[in-house]
């Protein structure tokens, strides 16, 4: 599998960016996508997760109300909305997917990794 991501940039606080992770190479009816982030001298921790297949999403609680985990299997992209935009959420933005239909907040337990986006929040 391979993952492409897009979508990030400069905006101020309270804006709005929306995130884009475009998946080929397999089908992934039991995946799992995620979204992680990783700030300077941080470890990298757990964004968002949505099931492929069937529902449910899932959220750190740093985001909650203010981010959103979609997908469109018709072009095998997940995207993640993120509104009311803080400093704080300032990081590099990564989508990963897991090939079990489970979601999971644990980074080494996605198998495969986009690039990563850059989110620069501004105050």
């Known amino acids: 599998v391979q993952l492409q991501a897009s979508g990030g940039g400069l905006v101020q606080a309270g804006g709005s960016l929306r995130l884009s992770c475009a998946a080929s190479g397999r089908t992934f009816s039991s995946y799992v996508m995620g979204w992680f982030r990783q700030a300077p001298g941080k470890e990298r921790e757990f964004v968002a997760a949505?099931?492929?297949?069937?529902?449910?999403?899932y959220y750190a609680d740093s985001v909650k109300g203010r981010f959103t985990i979609t997908r469109d299997n018709a072009k095998n992209t997940v995207y993640l909305q993120m509104n009311s935009l803080k400093p704080e959420d300032t990081a590099v933005y990564y989508c990963a997917v897991r090939r079990v239909n489970y979601p999971s907040q644990v980074a080494n337990h996605y198998d495969s990794w986009g690039q990563g986006t850059q989110v620069t929040v501004s105050s």
């Open positions: 949505i099931r492929w297949s069937g529902a449910g999403t």
